[in-house]
Protein backbone atom coordinates (compact mmCIF):
# COMPACT_ATOMS: atom_id res chain seq x y z
CA UNK A 1 0.00 0.00 0.00
CA UNK A 2 1.17 3.40 -1.37
CA UNK A 3 2.14 5.46 2.19
CA UNK A 4 3.60 8.15 4.22
CA UNK A 5 4.58 6.89 7.34
CA UNK A 6 5.57 8.97 10.72
CA UNK A 7 6.70 8.05 14.09
CA UNK A 8 5.65 8.80 16.67
CA UNK A 9 2.34 9.87 16.18
CA UNK A 10 2.53 11.29 19.91
CA UNK A 11 5.08 13.37 21.40
CA UNK A 12 5.14 15.04 24.94
CA UNK A 13 8.83 16.43 26.05
CA UNK A 14 10.49 18.90 27.75
CA UNK A 15 12.38 21.72 26.47
CA UNK A 16 15.51 21.78 25.48
CA UNK A 17 15.47 17.50 24.89
CA UNK A 18 16.71 17.18 21.34
CA UNK A 19 13.77 15.01 19.28
CA UNK A 20 13.56 13.24 15.49
CA UNK A 21 10.33 12.56 14.49
CA UNK A 22 10.59 10.34 11.52
CA UNK A 23 9.32 10.18 8.23
CA UNK A 24 9.43 7.63 5.75
CA UNK A 25 7.80 6.72 1.73
CA UNK A 26 7.02 3.87 -0.51
CA UNK A 27 6.43 5.67 -3.24
CA UNK A 28 9.91 6.65 -4.84
CA UNK A 29 9.16 9.96 -4.43
CA UNK A 30 11.52 12.74 -5.15
CA UNK A 31 9.61 15.82 -3.04
CA UNK A 32 9.25 15.50 0.41
CA UNK A 33 8.38 18.22 2.81
CA UNK A 34 7.80 18.95 6.69
CA UNK A 35 4.85 21.28 7.56
CA UNK A 36 3.23 22.23 10.88
CA UNK A 37 -0.32 22.84 11.28
CA UNK A 38 -1.51 25.36 14.35
CA UNK A 39 -4.93 26.84 15.14
CA UNK A 40 -5.90 30.10 13.43
CA UNK A 41 -2.44 29.85 11.34
CA UNK A 42 -2.97 26.88 8.40
CA UNK A 43 -0.24 24.74 7.12
CA UNK A 44 2.70 26.38 7.09
CA UNK A 45 5.58 24.21 5.84
CA UNK A 46 9.21 23.94 7.69
CA UNK A 47 11.39 22.43 4.89
CA UNK A 48 10.90 20.66 2.13
CA UNK A 49 13.93 18.29 -0.04
CA UNK A 50 14.18 17.69 -3.71
CA UNK A 51 15.91 14.73 -3.94
CA UNK A 52 18.86 13.55 -1.84
CA UNK A 53 21.14 15.25 -0.02
CA UNK A 54 18.74 18.12 -1.50
CA UNK A 55 17.17 20.45 1.27
CA UNK A 56 15.71 23.58 1.26
CA UNK A 57 14.28 26.08 4.19
CA UNK A 58 10.16 26.48 3.67
CA UNK A 59 8.53 29.79 5.84
CA UNK A 60 8.79 28.83 9.53
CA UNK A 61 12.67 26.63 9.00
CA UNK A 62 13.79 28.43 12.56
CA UNK A 63 14.44 25.62 15.12
CA UNK A 64 14.40 22.71 12.83
CA UNK A 65 16.98 20.67 10.85
CA UNK A 66 16.09 18.04 8.32
CA UNK A 67 18.52 15.33 6.23
CA UNK A 68 17.69 13.03 3.33
CA UNK A 69 20.21 10.36 3.51
CA UNK A 70 18.04 8.11 1.35
CA UNK A 71 15.37 9.11 -0.63
CA UNK A 72 12.30 7.00 1.71
CA UNK A 73 13.10 9.08 4.76
CA UNK A 74 12.96 12.07 5.53
CA UNK A 75 13.54 13.02 9.41
CA UNK A 76 12.73 15.84 11.34
CA UNK A 77 15.46 17.31 13.63
CA UNK A 78 14.54 19.47 16.71
CA UNK A 79 17.38 20.07 18.13
CA UNK A 80 16.44 21.99 21.35
CA UNK A 81 12.90 22.20 21.36
CA UNK A 82 10.77 24.92 23.04
CA UNK A 83 7.33 25.15 23.95
CA UNK A 84 6.36 27.21 20.99
CA UNK A 85 7.17 24.18 18.50
CA UNK A 86 3.85 22.60 20.16
CA UNK A 87 1.38 21.72 17.28
CA UNK A 88 0.60 18.96 14.63
CA UNK A 89 3.33 17.91 12.24
CA UNK A 90 2.70 16.58 8.67
CA UNK A 91 4.90 14.40 6.49
CA UNK A 92 4.14 14.42 2.44
CA UNK A 93 5.92 13.76 -0.34
CA UNK A 94 5.16 13.62 -4.31
CA UNK A 95 6.22 13.25 -7.67
CA UNK A 96 8.33 16.15 -8.82
CA UNK A 97 6.35 17.39 -12.12
CA UNK A 98 6.49 20.39 -14.49
CA UNK A 99 5.91 23.65 -12.21
CA UNK A 100 7.07 22.26 -9.55
CA UNK A 101 5.13 19.31 -7.31
CA UNK A 102 2.48 17.68 -8.12
CA UNK A 103 -0.28 15.76 -5.39
CA UNK A 104 1.02 15.26 -2.14
CA UNK A 105 0.53 12.48 0.09
CA UNK A 106 0.33 12.94 3.62
CA UNK A 107 1.13 10.90 6.84
CA UNK A 108 -1.67 10.75 9.22
CA UNK A 109 0.81 13.65 11.83
CA UNK A 110 2.63 13.89 14.96
CA UNK A 111 1.07 15.90 17.79
CA UNK A 112 4.24 17.13 19.65
CA UNK A 113 3.85 18.62 23.14
CA UNK A 114 7.28 20.62 24.46
CA UNK A 115 6.41 21.66 28.02
CA UNK B 1 4.77 33.19 0.62
CA UNK B 2 1.33 34.43 0.76
CA UNK B 3 -1.58 32.05 2.08
CA UNK B 4 -4.33 31.22 -0.30
CA UNK B 5 -7.83 32.16 1.83
CA UNK B 6 -10.57 29.65 1.86
CA UNK B 7 -14.33 31.52 2.18
CA UNK B 8 -16.45 30.91 3.77
CA UNK B 9 -14.46 29.69 7.18
CA UNK B 10 -17.21 27.39 7.80
CA UNK B 11 -20.87 25.65 6.52
CA UNK B 12 -23.38 23.94 7.40
CA UNK B 13 -25.77 21.89 5.28
CA UNK B 14 -27.92 19.17 5.32
CA UNK B 15 -27.46 15.95 3.23
CA UNK B 16 -28.44 16.02 0.02
CA UNK B 17 -27.36 19.41 -0.73
CA UNK B 18 -24.30 21.17 -2.27
CA UNK B 19 -21.46 22.62 -0.81
CA UNK B 20 -19.84 25.64 -3.18
CA UNK B 21 -16.50 26.52 -1.29
CA UNK B 22 -13.94 29.76 -2.73
CA UNK B 23 -10.25 30.01 -2.52
CA UNK B 24 -8.30 33.33 -3.59
CA UNK B 25 -4.82 33.87 -3.95
CA UNK B 26 -2.53 36.80 -4.44
CA UNK B 27 0.29 35.60 -6.63
CA UNK B 28 0.61 33.61 -10.40
CA UNK B 29 0.36 30.49 -10.04
CA UNK B 30 1.04 26.83 -12.37
CA UNK B 31 -1.71 24.70 -9.94
CA UNK B 32 -4.15 24.85 -7.41
CA UNK B 33 -4.73 22.03 -5.38
CA UNK B 34 -7.91 20.90 -3.04
CA UNK B 35 -7.18 18.32 0.04
CA UNK B 36 -9.51 17.37 2.39
CA UNK B 37 -8.66 16.68 6.02
CA UNK B 38 -10.71 14.96 8.67
CA UNK B 39 -10.48 16.84 12.04
CA UNK B 40 -6.71 16.32 13.12
CA UNK B 41 -5.42 14.04 10.78
CA UNK B 42 -3.43 13.99 7.37
CA UNK B 43 -4.57 15.64 4.31
CA UNK B 44 -6.09 13.70 1.63
CA UNK B 45 -5.54 15.29 -2.21
CA UNK B 46 -8.51 15.92 -3.76
CA UNK B 47 -7.94 17.26 -7.18
CA UNK B 48 -5.18 19.53 -8.66
CA UNK B 49 -6.24 21.97 -11.70
CA UNK B 50 -3.57 23.32 -13.86
CA UNK B 51 -3.11 26.89 -14.21
CA UNK B 52 -4.15 26.41 -17.96
CA UNK B 53 -7.50 24.49 -17.14
CA UNK B 54 -11.18 26.47 -16.12
CA UNK B 55 -12.99 23.26 -14.54
CA UNK B 56 -12.67 20.01 -13.86
CA UNK B 57 -14.85 17.08 -12.30
CA UNK B 58 -13.95 14.39 -9.91
CA UNK B 59 -16.89 12.21 -9.37
CA UNK B 60 -19.00 14.29 -6.91
CA UNK B 61 -16.30 17.18 -6.83
CA UNK B 62 -16.52 20.20 -9.09
CA UNK B 63 -13.28 22.62 -9.37
CA UNK B 64 -13.20 26.03 -11.28
CA UNK B 65 -9.99 28.15 -11.27
CA UNK B 66 -10.58 31.52 -12.64
CA UNK B 67 -6.59 33.05 -13.19
CA UNK B 68 -8.02 36.65 -13.67
CA UNK B 69 -9.72 36.61 -10.68
CA UNK B 70 -7.31 34.72 -8.92
CA UNK B 71 -9.82 32.12 -7.45
CA UNK B 72 -10.79 28.79 -7.60
CA UNK B 73 -14.09 27.28 -6.33
CA UNK B 74 -14.66 23.85 -5.25
CA UNK B 75 -18.24 22.52 -5.49
CA UNK B 76 -19.56 19.25 -3.60
CA UNK B 77 -22.44 17.99 -4.87
CA UNK B 78 -25.44 15.85 -3.41
CA UNK B 79 -23.31 15.89 0.01
CA UNK B 80 -23.19 13.34 2.48
CA UNK B 81 -22.31 13.02 6.29
CA UNK B 82 -19.14 11.30 5.32
CA UNK B 83 -18.00 14.85 3.24
CA UNK B 84 -18.07 16.25 7.02
CA UNK B 85 -13.97 17.97 6.97
CA UNK B 86 -12.18 20.65 6.02
CA UNK B 87 -11.06 21.58 3.08
CA UNK B 88 -8.21 23.32 2.01
CA UNK B 89 -6.88 24.92 -1.23
CA UNK B 90 -3.23 24.80 -1.95
CA UNK B 91 -1.57 26.78 -4.51
CA UNK B 92 1.65 26.07 -6.67
CA UNK B 93 4.04 28.60 -8.08
CA UNK B 94 7.00 28.98 -10.09
CA UNK B 95 9.25 27.63 -5.98
CA UNK B 96 8.31 24.37 -4.39
CA UNK B 97 6.87 26.04 -1.59
CA UNK B 98 3.14 25.34 -1.66
CA UNK B 99 0.91 27.75 0.23
CA UNK B 100 -2.04 26.32 1.98
CA UNK B 101 -5.00 28.26 3.10
CA UNK B 102 -6.41 28.16 6.88
CA UNK B 103 -9.17 25.72 5.55
CA UNK B 104 -13.23 25.77 4.93
CA UNK B 105 -14.65 23.54 7.96
CA UNK B 106 -17.47 21.73 5.96
CA UNK B 107 -20.80 20.34 8.48
CA UNK B 108 -23.06 17.74 6.83
CA UNK B 109 -26.22 17.31 8.85
CA UNK B 110 -27.55 13.92 8.28
Not at chain 1, 71 to 91: H, V
Amino acid sequence: EAQVTQNPRYLITVTGKKLTVTCSQNMNHEYMSWYRQDPGLGLRQIYYSMNVEVTDKGDVPEGYKVSRKEKRNFPLILESPSPNQTSLYFCASSLVGQGGYNEQFFGPGTRLTVL
Amino acid sequence: SQQGEEDPQALSIQEGENATMNCSYKTSINNLQWYRQNSGRGLVHLILIRSNEREKHSGRLRVTLDTSKKSSSLLITASRAADTASYLCATGGGSYIPTFGRGTSLIVHP
